[in-house]
């Protein structure tokens, strides 16, 4: 885990036991990886690639990282959006804003309801997320274990029944904990731990992992809720912790 923070980096002191940087998340398996949002967390990682990172949309705190990504310039990187990703990204890394581009980078819009292959076979899925100018949340499965990413989701009108359709049966749920339930603001795009455990039950999930704190909240406020969490069985997430499934 490289980022469980949302909207803006908390590098503060009193943020730091959970991590301060923004949505990041690698996921390795028998011959390949996946990156699953590339907020400030992503810019620790090197290596020759080739490199896959699925982006849940295109908001700063979930793209920051690809500014100072060291792999673009020197390596294969796939990247996988919604649609207009490509001219978006192209508009935004690299001059004037920065002083270098995506490389040769290549972009794969893709969209609710398609699938597509990784390296070493594992198959992604799509589905549409309630957030403000949309979202995508990704499953990745190689037929025996299974994973779910769904940050950014509200449970608005009928996401949480197409969401728990989507996730049933996932060994893990990654999920959007940005707020607090006492805190939760209606028609911001994003849920709580509460919500997560209640639906990672009614999806069979075998673990939730909450992420994507808000930034107000410090390492004792998160410590708070992580106890109240893990009486219902929910985990927090932390910078450099690993899960094996």
């Given at each position: 885990m490289r980022g469980v923070r949302g909207s803006v980096p908390t590098p503060a002191a009193d943020h730091l036991a959970y991590g301060g940087n923004t949505a990041c998340f690698t996921v390795d398996w028998d011959g390949g990886q996946a990156v699953l949002d590339a907020g400030t967390g992503l810019t620790g990682l090197t290596g020759a690639g080739p490199w896959h990172i699925l982006l849940s949309h295109l908001h700063m705190d979930h793209i920051a990282g690809l500014f100072g990504f060291a792999p673009l310039q020197d390596s294969t990187v796939h990247l996988y959006g919604p649609a207009g990703s490509r001219s978006l990204l192209e508009g935004l890394v690299g001059p004037p804003f920065w002083p270098v581009g995506l490389g040769q980078a290549v972009l794969h819009e893709t969209a609710p309801g398609r699938s597509f292959p990784l390296p070493g076979g594992v198959e992604v899925s799509v589905l549409a997320g309630c957030h403000p100018n949309g979202s995508l949340l990704y499953r990745l499965t190689d037929g025996e274990t299974c994973l779910v990413?769904?940050?950014?989701?509200?449970?608005?009108?009928?996401?949480?029944?197409?969401?728990?359709?989507?996730?049933?049966?996932?060994?893990?749920?990654?999920?959007?904990?940005?707020?607090?339930?006492?805190?939760?603001?209606?028609?911001?795009?994003?849920?709580?731990?509460?919500?997560?455990?209640?639906?990672?039950?009614?999806?069979?999930?075998?673990?939730?992992?909450?992420?994507?704190?808000?930034?107000?909240?410090?390492?004792?406020?998160?410590?708070a809720q992580e106890r109240l969490a893990h009486e219902a069985g929910g985990l927090f997430a932390r910078e450099g912790m690993t899960i094996e499934l």
């Open positions: 990413y769904a940050l950014d989701c509200e449970l608005a009108g009928d996401m949480a029944a197409r969401l728990t359709a989507f996730a049933q049966g996932a060994d893990l749920l990654i999920w959007d904990a940005a707020f607090a339930p006492r805190d939760l603001r209606p028609g911001w795009g994003h849920s709580t731990w509460a919500e997560g455990i209640a639906l990672g039950r009614a999806a069979e999930v075998g673990q939730v992992l909450m992420t994507h704190y808000g930034p107000d909240y410090d390492d004792r406020s998160l410590q």
